[in-house]
């Protein structure tokens, strides 16, 4: 899961939010004293639906057809596309338009901006003011994206020449995504509130 997605899957609290985004910029044991409740629960989220993805089957067919140009980039690359995917189908799955959805995610994280961990605090004001989530619908906006994340690689992967995929398999890999990501959504929601029954 990349950034647009984590941050649908959150809680509607601020807190939710930060810690869903804050998964990929926190590393390693968390302790009691590092960030509020709400933010440790958001972090924790984060990872158990990056553990629940990793072992979607829907997921590791979306990840073969990378695998044989891009090997273990793969899940990297996969994490970008399944933001565009998502953006670019997301009266399916948002209640409100895109726009207003972020405008909200903005307005919730933007009071605690100075509070946030690690790089994202040096991220996030680019994230916001760039419109980096708006434009995942758009496929120039995948290629510079991936060509921005293999520039901060060291071996300089070029990852995004794997936006052809975007064109080439697209049937496929959009039939995976709109197969698996129900599933990751029903997940985060029973993970937020735990005493309900998960949709079949």
Same mark, same amino acid.
């Given at each position: ?90 009266? !399916?799955?948002? &209640?409100?338009?895109?726009?207003? @959805?972020?405008?909200? %995610?903005? $307005?919730?994280?933007?009071?605690? #901006? ?56 697209? !049937?496929?890999? &959009?039939?995976?995504?709109?197969? @698996?990501?129900?599933? %990751?959504? $029903?997940?985060?929601?029973?993970? #937020? ?8």
């Amino acid at each position: 899961m990349n950034y647009l997605a984590h941050l649908f899957l959150a809680g509607d609290t601020p807190e939710s939010l930060i810690g869903n985004l804050a998964g990929d910029f926190v590393k390693g044991v968390l302790h009691d004293d590092q960030f509020t409740p709400g933010i440790r629960a958001g972090i924790r989220q984060h990872r158990r639906i990056d553990a629940f993805t990793d072992a979607h089957p829907h997921v590791a067919a979306f990840r073969r057809v990378l695998i044989p140009e891009h090997g273990h980039y793969a899940r990297v690359i996969a994490d970008v596309f399944f933001d565009h995917f998502l953006a670019s189908s997301w009266p !399916r799955y948002g &209640e409100v338009p895109l726009e207003a @959805f972020l405008d909200r %995610v903005f $307005a919730a994280i933007d009071p605690h #901006e100075g509070e946030l961990p690690g790089r994202l605090r040096h991220i996030y004001p680019r994230m916001r003011d760039e419109g980096w989530l708006r434009m995942y619908a758009d496929i120039g906006a995948v290629h510079l994206a991936l060509s921005n994340l293999s520039n901060r690689l060291s071996r300089h992967p070029h990852l995004e020449t794997a936006t052809r995929h975007l064109i080439d398999s697209r !049937r496929e890999l &959009e039939r995976r995504f709109h197969d @698996f990501f129900p599933d %990751v959504v $029903a997940f985060a929601r029973h993970e #937020e509130h735990p005493g309900n029954v998960r949709p079949e």
